[in-house]
């Protein structure tokens, strides 16, 4: 993995990220946390669903499509007091260097598929 070099990595994940927002920024009630402009984010894409608790969103994704996702507060209180999202939390996909283009898209399809 080093030896991709640090620039590569995060230009795939970047890529992967871009793939995950796109499908989930126009699904109705799905709201993507986090600036608009890719080169300020990260390879982490938090969501809100309305009508949804993240926590039941992860659980479904976990034991019907075995997609590991992370929901809550993420040890970032303060972070998601600023979101607006203190109450209920996120959703939170983190794709990595070994995670693909089409696992990506299947996980936006699988959350899609809840909703």
Known sequence: MLEQGVARIREH???LTAILIAALREAP??????????????AVVSVTVEGYIPDQLAA??????DIATRAGLHCAPQAHRTAGTLETGALRFSPG???????????????????
């Open 29 to 42: 009630g799905v709201a993507v946390l986090g600036p608009a402009e890719l080169a300020r984010r990260t």
């Open 60 to 65: 479904v994704l976990d034991q019907v499509f």
């Open 97 to 115: 260097y070994f995670t693909t283009a089409d696992e990506v898209r299947e996980a936006a399809e699988a959350l899609l598929s809840i909703l």
């Open 13 to 15: 994940e970047l890529a």
